[in-house]
């Protein structure tokens, strides 16, 4: 009897982690992410960016940007974007006018969750160590230079990057809309 327990939970374990890992990946996907109508908004505005469409023809997807690599931090993403799974079945988010009525908060909400973990999403693709930094302008050399030595990260002069934003710039060194 002993070894049919645990054989069952052996079997559940197994089955439970691959149902856990089959989750977690599809969604993780672009596909999984637009299936929302109302997600085809943040989808047209990142085609208007260099992550959306650039010289390289490098391809960036919503989970590049903004689902964790590591474990712990994805695990916690997933649970609180459940918020945006109810905003969408609630109908939250269900009109071009709901979503501005709301773009403004998500964004802060995003900006804050990459400023805490050190724009950790924009370093698994771009890594200040193999910059060229002679190939940027000199106001970029010196903010980047900043990077390091002060609590400055990517998405503190980068908001703009993914999404454009529409909200005012307070000066040209807080906000770089591309």
Not at 39 to 46: A, V
Not at 75 to 97: C, F, N, Q, Y
Not at 132 to 156: F, K, N, P, Y
Request: aromatic fraction near 6%; glycine fraction near 6%.
């Amino acid at each position: 009897m002993k070894y049919w327990l645990i054989g069952v939970g052996v079997v559940l374990g197994v089955v439970g982690s691959l149902a856990f890992n089959v989750t977690m990946s599809v969604t993780s996907h672009e596909q999984f992410c637009v299936s929302c109508h109302e997600m085809t908004i943040p989808e047209q505005r990142l085609a208007q960016t260099t992550h959306g469409k650039n010289t390289h023809g490098i391809v960036v997807e919503c989970g590049d940007c903004h689902i964790p690599k590591e474990m712990v931090p994805k695990l916690w993403r997933k649970i609180s974007a459940s918020r945006e799974v109810v905003g969408h079945l609630m109908g939250t988010l269900d009109t071009p006018e709901k979503y501005a009525a709301h773009r403004d908060a998500m964004h802060e909400r995003e900006w804050t969750r990459m400023k805490a973990s050190d724009s950790a999403e924009c370093r698994h693709c771009h890594s200040p160590e193999r910059w060229i930094a002679e190939s940027h302008s000199r106001a970029a050399q010196l903010d980047h230079a900043r990077m390091g030595q002060e609590d400055v990260t990517c998405i503190d002069c980068h908001k703009g990057i993914g999404h454009p934003i529409e909200v005012a710039a307070e000066s040209s060194e807080d906000l770089f809309e591309f």
